[in-house]
């Protein structure tokens, strides 16, 4: 399992960008699958985006596309959710999360999916 730590939520008014970000420890995050979930009060957690270990293949729930952008670096052991054209809809509890993937094309998308879970950021969309 890794660790991960996100970071990069807070105030945004509605149309504004927000970069979330999840640092990964450990030397094998190259071979980690990762995706973005998000929860609000009272409702299960979303899959929000998700990414292979190759980065070469990415996938977004339907309500997010053409807006959030999921990318990585290996090298620097994060993932990112570039998030554009917020919405008041988009406020959540942002959770980053990894699951060890046998091939770099591979991709996940459910809750129980993945294994190792972040503690979460808080973005805030004002209308």
């Known amino acids: 399992q890794v660790q991960l730590v996100e970071s990069g939520g807070g105030l945004v008014q509605a149309g504004g960008s927000l970069r979330l970000s999840c640092a990964a420890s450990g030397r094998t995050f190259s071979r980690y699958v990762m995706g973005w979930f ?3 009060p009272g409702k299960e957690r979303e899959f929000v985006a998700a990414i292979s270990w190759s980065g070469g293949r990415t996938a977004y729930v339907d309500s997010v596309k053409g807006r959030f952008t999921i990318s990585r670096d290996n090298a620097k052991n994060t993932v990112y959710l570039q998030m554009n054209s917020l ?3 988009d406020a959540a ?3 980053c999360a990894a699951d060890r993937m046998a091939t770099g094309w591979g991709i996940k998308f459910g809750i129980a999916d993945f ?3 972040g503690q979460g950021t808080q973005v805030t969309v004002s209308s």
């Open 38 to 40: 998000r929860q609000t």
């Open 87 to 89: 919405k008041p809809e």
């Open 93 to 95: 509890l942002y959770y």
């Open 115 to 117: 294994s190792s879970w």
